[in-house]
Every structure is written in C-alpha cells, then in structure tokens.
C-alpha cells in the first residue's frame, strides 16, 4: 500500500483547517487541540512548513503562523514534497537512472516515472482549499440510486 507519513497527513490537516481562515493566525497548541494531535508534532511540522515557504511564522503578541499564500495557491503536492521529499515510486525516479545498478537491464525505469509524473500532476492539481471545504462523495463512486415505484 502507499501511503503518505503520519507528518505529512498531519501537515495536510493543519493546512486544510487554516485554508478554511487564511487570514487568521494560527498557533501550533491550538491546531493540535482541536485536531486530536499531539502539539510537539504538529510544531514540528508547522516549522517544516515555514521553512518550505508554505507557512510564514509572525512574532509578537498578534504572532503564530499563516499561510505563505493563498489557499488556492497551495497545492497538496507543494504540502507532500515540502514534509516528504519529491514525489517518485522507485529510487531511480527520484535520485536519476543512473542511481540504478540495474538500469541497462530494465525495463520499467520509464513508465515508473511516467507514473510519477501522473501522481504529481494529479496531487498538484487538488489546493489546500479543496481539501479544506467541507467533505462529499466522488463524484461516480457511489452513484445515486433510481427508486422506481409502481
């Protein structure tokens, strides 16, 4: 199964709740309160966040953190590479083929990054508004039901 890290589905909670306020500030002891999160992670990654320019940190007695920009600017690519590194299935996509020890034998090398490529787009497409509106169903996965009656 793939699956994001525990800080980057964290990093994709605190991000999404401060897409539904852009203006306002957050702090990382509020966010963890009202997200169930444990408040040394989530400033962990709130710091990992300002540092990929996604959040901006303010000082004072007005201070915490706000989004870097707009929530429709932001996208959950941009949130993953940020706590994650880039998006790649296989160390080859990642680090170039000749990281491979086996790429005059292989085959997959190019559809791996292909894949990768598609994944990317797809992730960079969704921003940090979608993901913080309210949830719904996808759209053909559980299409509505006719009742017929008699």
């Known amino acids: 199964m793939l699956r994001i890290n525990r800080e980057t589905d964290y990093g994709v909670v605190i991000l999404s709740a401060m ?3 852009p203006e306002e ?3 990382a002891a509020k966010l963890a309160s009202a ?3 444990p408040q040394p992670m ?6 990992q966040l300002v540092h990929a ?3 901006r940190s303010y000082r004072g007695a007005k201070g915490g ?3 870097a920009r707009p929530p429709e600017q932001i996208s959950v690519a941009e949130v993953i590479e940020a706590l994650e590194g880039p998006i790649a299935f296989t160390e080859c996509v990642e680090s170039g083929a000749n990281s491979c020890e086996h790429v005059e034998d292989c085959n997959a090398s190019a559809t791996w990054s292909r894949i990768s490529s598609v994944v990317r787009e797809a992730l960079g497409a969704v921003s940090l508004a ?3 509106e309210p949830a ?4 053909g996965i559980y299409p509505r039901q006719q009742v017929i009656g008699h």
Do not use: I, W
Not at 42 to 47: D, E, G, N, Q
Not at 136 to 139: D, F
């Open 25 to 27: 500030r957050a702090n």
């Open 53 to 55: 320019g996604l959040l």
């Open 42 to 47: 989530v400033s962990k990654v709130m710091k």
């Open 65 to 67: 953190y706000g989004l």
């Open 19 to 21: 897409a539904r306020q």
């Open 136 to 139: 719904r169903s996808p759209v």
């Open 35 to 37: 997200h169930g999160l």
């Open 130 to 132: 979608e993901m913080g």
